[in-house]
């Protein structure tokens, strides 16, 4: 165990004030003995901000069908880590699912399943299927023009790595009923994951959903941030 020391003025009890350049500066502390931070950005910009944030999302011309019962080894959209042992590992910001043509007339759920490093089907030397590169991307920091500098591949209706009975929920709509002879179009579901869901390098994580009637087409996107992590 190491012991830390921290000196700080306490708010109130000494006038706080800027020294000049190069000269150390004392925290600040509140009269519990609490750090004050002045948090200046919004809480994801700085994270953002280091450019290693992205998005993607199926195309509309590759739009699945939605179904009415719950998938087994079909994953709509794939996030695969293609970094080698020791790489970033993909923070999970949030995931998103929309209907875009008519059909569903009730709820709509997003389904996701995170297949480890270790899955026999992903092979010793990391994650074997190819990058499809029709599926759409950016990066959060808006730095480039519809580019990123990643390792990540992202995969459309595979069945390669997901497996029965191990899809978890992220969302759903309430339950939706549309008026007599209509649909509710357009209707989506986000999922601000927020951190907690981690894909190491090599392991990846399936997307999909589902619908209480199968039809009606639907698109589906996440956004992630790279960083080096120690899992443990």
């Not at 004030?17 to 919004?42: I, K, R």
């Not at 190819?130 to 480039?144: C, E, I, P």
């Not at 959903?209 to 639907?218: F, L, V």
């Amino acid at each position: 165990m190491t012991d830390v020391n921290v000196f700080g003025q306490i708010r109130g009890a000494v006038r706080q004030f800027l020294t000049g350049g190069g000269q150390a500066q004392q925290p600040v502390l509140s009269e519990g003995l609490e750090q004050l931070v002045n948090q200046v950005l919004p809480e994801r910009a700085e994270i953002v901000k280091l450019g290693k944030s992205y998005g993607a999302a199926i195309p509309t011309g590759s739009a699945f069908t939605f179904v009415n019962a719950w998938p087994t080894t079909r994953a709509e959209l794939v996030l695969l880590n293609g970094e080698t042992s020791g790489g970033p590992s993909y923070v999970i910001e949030r995931a998103w699912l929309s209907a875009i043509t008519a059909g569903a007339t009730g709820p709509v759920a997003l389904l996701g399943q995170i297949i480890p490093s270790s899955a026999p089907t992903q092979g010793a030397t990391g994650p074997a299927t190819a990058d499809n590169t029709a599926v759409l991307r950016h990066q959060l920091s808006g730095k480039t023009n519809n580019t990123i500098s990643s390792n990540a591949k992202l995969v459309m209706a595979n069945v390669q790595f997901a497996v029965a009975n191990q899809w978890f929920l992220l969302g759903q709509t309430p339950g939706l009923v549309a008026a007599a002879g209509g649909s509710v179009l357009a209707q989506g579901v986000e999922a601000d994951v927020k951190g907690r869901i981690i894909i190491p390098p090599q392991a990846a994580l399936c997307l999909a959903g589902i619908a209480s009637i199968g039809a009606g087409t639907g698109i589906i996107g996440l956004e992630w941030h790279e960083l080096y992590l120690n899992l443990g």
